[in-house]
Antibody, heavy 113, light 107 residues
Framework: QVQLVQSGAEVKKPGASVKVSCKAS????????INWVRQATGQGLEWMGW????????GYAQKFQGRVTMTRNTSISTAYMELSSLRSEDTAVYYC??????WGQGTLVTVSS | AIQMTQSPSSLSASVGDRVTITCRAS??????LGWYQQKPGKAPKLLIY???SLQSGVPSRFSGSGSGTDFTLTISSLQPEDFATYYC?????????FGQGTKVEIK
């Protein structure tokens, strides 16, 4: 079936970077954009940006410009989201999503000294 | 960028009540809208996609309507397991935009 499976939870120190993976299966990976959404504890859902797996083109929310990088490896149908210069406010669950219907299970990223 | 205005931000209701939540888009988004339910500590669960299509496995008491700029999620008879936070999402264009959420609490 169509699904996105994300990498496991991460704990990082302030100032570090984190890279979350999202492996697609059940459909042609290069045919659909991959989006990234995050949710801090007790907060709403926040869209971070998109990537076209075919071209590698990306678009980022202004809030994350300069700190986020979205990439892919088409040979293994996997998308990546890397967030740098982490701070405590980046502690959140990060989701990849193909569209309204297809989301990954989420990856908890904890930023703590 | 399209903005989604969701209302109310919270509501109190009793089991059996009919509940309506609305999302208004700042510009037309055809029917490119989804509704999600989220319980504490859990991932969002899709209820309705394409504004009015019921996701497989979701009880029929949930329904969605609307097109263009105005959308509604209706729970026809609120059940104990429906107390949660609900979000709308437009994926008509980038940037995607979520509503602020509606917390449905027990009266």
């Amino acid at each position: 079936q169509v699904q996105l499976v994300q990498s496991g939870a991460e704990v990082k120190k302030p100032g570090a970077s984190v890279k979350v993976s999202c492996k697609a299966s059940g459909y042609t990976f290069t045919s659909y954009d991959i989006n990234w959404v995050r949710q801090a504890t007790g907060q709403g859902l926040e869209w971070m940006g998109w990537m076209n797996p075919n071209s590698g083109n990306t678009g980022y929310a202004q809030k994350f410009q300069g700190r986020v990088t979205m990439t892919r490896n088409t040979s293994i149908s996997t998308a990546y989201m890397e967030l740098s210069s982490l701070r405590s406010e980046d502690t959140a669950v990060y989701y990849c999503a193909r569209d309204q219907r297809i989301w990954g299970q989420g990856t908890l990223v904890t930023v703590s000294s | 960028a399209i903005q989604m205005t969701q209302s109310p931000s919270s509501l109190s209701a009793s089991v059996g009540d009919r509940v309506t939540i609305t999302c208004r888009a700042s510009q037309g988004i055809r029917n490119d809208l989804g509704w999600y339910q989220q319980k504490p500590g859990k991932a969002p669960k899709l209820l309705i996609y394409a504004a009015s299509s019921l996701q497989s496995g979701v009880p029929s008491r949930f329904s969605g309507s609307g097109s263009g700029t105005d959308f509604t999620l209706t729970i026809s008879s609120l059940q104990p397991e429906d107390f949660a936070t609900y979000y709308c999402l437009q994926d008509y264009n980038y940037p995607w935009a979520f509503g602020q959420g509606t917390k449905v609490e027990i009266k």
